[in-house]
């Protein structure tokens, strides 16, 4: 029911950090430091993600410092990664990325189903705009308790007429709604409407039914 939800474009970092598919090792690894990420894209052509290297790329090296010059049972693509030396070697391809008009519930999804922390957002054919990462999707849990309260009335409570007697409280991100409904069966489509609001962090009821 909220008109306009939260996109990768409204929480995300403009200005990128990448690498090129020749960098080398260290230089990627200098570049995490400096820029305290996770994880860098790789760019191709005029600035087309072809791969994204990442801090677990990187430590595949120490990971088979052991073993390297030997044989070894383990996952032969991770001890691939082992003996790179730069960044078209180490990346992970293809590239895990977003759109920037992709809501930031979608850009949470992708994260947690590909387990990745840092998501390049291209756009149509591939070009690099930016980088959302998961402390940016948090962003959303920022807005003042007073501005989402008033998406609560505006957005849920202003379109569903027999809701005009609820009361709004927000405290830290929890929205409780007070008042009384004419109907029981309301009461999963309200707290479903009122969750869905950008920044609401938990919803509790305090209704009574006529």
């Given at each position: 029911m909220p008109e306009s939800p939260?996109?990768?474009?409204?929480v995300m970092t403009h200005t990128a950090v990448?690498?090129?598919s020749e960098a080398p090792f260290k230089e990627i690894v200098e570049l995490l430091d400096q820029w305290k990420v996770?994880?860098?894209?790789?760019?191709?052509g005029e600035?087309?993600?072809?791969?994204?290297?990442?801090?677990?790329?990187?430590?595949?090296?120490e990971e088979f410092r052991d073993d390297a010059d030997g044989p070894s049972e383990r996952d032969p693509a991770r001890r691939a990664k082992a003996g790179a030396v730069t960044a078209g070697e180490l990346m992970s391809s293809p590239a895990v990325t977003v759109h920037a008009d992709?809501?930031?519930a979608e850009a949470a999804r992708i994260m947690a189903r590909r387990h990745v922390k840092r998501l390049p957002v291209v756009d149509a054919v591939g070009l690099l705009q930016g980088v959302v990462s998961r402390s940016d999707l948090l962003k959303v849990f920022l807005r003042p308790d007073g501005v989402i309260a008033e998406d609560v009335?505006?957005?849920?409570l202003g379109r569903l007429p027999v809701t005009e007697s609820l009361t709004v409280r927000v405290s830290e991100g929890v929205v409780t709604l007070g008042g009384s409904l004419p109907d029981r069966s309301l009461v999963?489509?309200?707290?479903?409407?009122?969750r869905a609001v950008e920044g609401v962090v938990d919803v509790r009821l305090d209704l009574t039914h006529r």
């Open positions: 939260y996109t990768v474009s409204d990448a690498v090129g996770s994880a860098v894209p790789v760019l191709a600035g087309r993600v072809v791969g994204v290297v990442s801090e677990a790329d990187l430590l595949a090296k992709a809501s930031v009335r505006h957005q849920v999963p489509v309200l707290a479903r409407a009122v």
